[in-house]
């Protein structure tokens, strides 16, 4: 039963998420924090900070190691943890890869059609808003406990804004600063 809802959860994820990976996290926080109640606000901040320092898009990063987590929450045994990650990211991946077969058929065709350039312009804000979400959704008063945490998401926003410093840096940077600081 938990492998069907982590599959329904994590495909209707997939197949509502426009925009990629951070557009995918408020979605993925909604279902498994408020919806379903699998981890809380701390867990979910930690798989992000997690799926964002691994290598691969954090928002299958993300339905990975929440897949695992799930079930070893349950108590279920190391390869039944691994099948509950196999099958929250084949479920995320599995609508993007259908839709995207889909429009690599049609592209050609109607790239410069006027209905689908609406489409297109319609969905840019709406990404953007999804990204925003995810930003403000980690913005929780577990994430800033003091001075020094406010301290450290402003030289970040900082550092990659004007500095346009690379995000492995920020990552770096931000690591150090943390075993300085904490």
């Avoid at 900070?49 to 990063?61: D, F, H, V, Y």
């Avoid at 079930?71 to 099948?83: H, I, K, P, R």
């Amino acid at each position: 039963m938990i492998y069907w809802e982590l599959f329904m959860t994590f495909f209707v994820i997939g197949m509502f998420t426009i925009g990629g990976g951070y557009a995918m996290l408020s979605l993925i926080q909604n279902q498994v924090v408020t919806v379903h109640g699998w981890i809380d606000e701390g867990t979910f901040t930690d798989i992000v900070a997690i799926s964002q320092m691994t290598p691969g898009p954090i928002g299958i990063n993300s339905a990975t190691y929440l897949g695992y987590d799930v079930l070893a929450n349950t108590g279920a045994s190391e390869f039944m943890c691994v099948l509950g990650s196999f099958t929250a990211t084949f479920a995320v991946v599995l609508p993007s890869f259908i839709i995207v077969l889909a429009i690599c058929k049609a592209y050609d065709k109607l790239k410069d059609h006027y209905l689908f350039q609406g489409v297109m312009n319609g969905l840019r804000p709406v990404v953007l808003g999804l990204v925003g979400t995810a930003a403000l959704g980690l913005a929780t008063p577990e994430n800033f406990i003091d001075w020094k945490s406010y301290a450290l998401c402003l030289a970040a926003f900082a550092g990659l804004f004007f500095k346009k410093i690379g995000p492995f840096s920020a990552i770096g940077l931000g690591a150090l600063a943390g075993l300085i600081l904490y």
